[in-house]
């Protein structure tokens, strides 16, 4: 089943100099897949992440998700669109400072649709975060503060999960498990994409591409 597609999908940055990460993107996304992005730093893999995430309007080119023309979507069809479907584990993910790490994630999904505090606690074991389920944001590690929102990304069974670098702060233990627990729910029908620069990580996904010239290419091809 097609989750998302991306048709010559272009995105320039117009401050000061023009810069364009993404020239002729095009990408199908099926249920199940475990796609890695590499490319350099500062090439565009964050950006793609924003217009998969629909967080940003590619220029030219067309964003389907679940079979919808995503320009086509208001605003709040695009926020419920995010809350019900779409998994964030981003780089610059925060946390509500005032709510506990427990309250967080209840929070996310009492957003998304209905609360399971069931769900939540068996994340934060899964995480190995049931011991610090109490503590605010700033009472957590880097590693836990990633490990807390690669929980939060899973937390709805979103049909797609956009992974920016996740193991970054990890350890190789926390690593391997991340994305393990990626690569299971890519196993229940969710789609991944992850960026990454290890090609370590990069090689357990079931498609490997590449970021450069604002073009995508396929590795494994
Ligand atoms: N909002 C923005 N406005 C202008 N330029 C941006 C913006 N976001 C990113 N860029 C530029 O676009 C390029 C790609 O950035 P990014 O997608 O973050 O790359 P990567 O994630 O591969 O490191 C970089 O040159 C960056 O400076
Ligand atoms: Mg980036």
Redesign the pocket.
Known sequence: MEICKLEHIHKD???GEV?T?LKDICLNVHAGDFIAVE????????????VMGTLLQSDEGCYFFEGKDVSRLSDAEKSELRAKKIGFLFQDSTMIQALTLRENLIFTQGVGGKKDPKKVDELLYQFGLEDRADFFPHQLSGGQRRRAMAARALLHNPRLILA?EPTNDLDDHWSEEVIRLLKEQAGKGTAVIM?THNSRWAKTATRRMR?EDGVLTDMNA
Do not use: A, F, N
Not at 39 to 50: C, E, H, N, V
């Open positions: 940055y117009r401050m810069v990460p490319g350099p730093s500062g090439i565009g893999k964050s950006t793609l992440l924003y920016d960026v970021l």
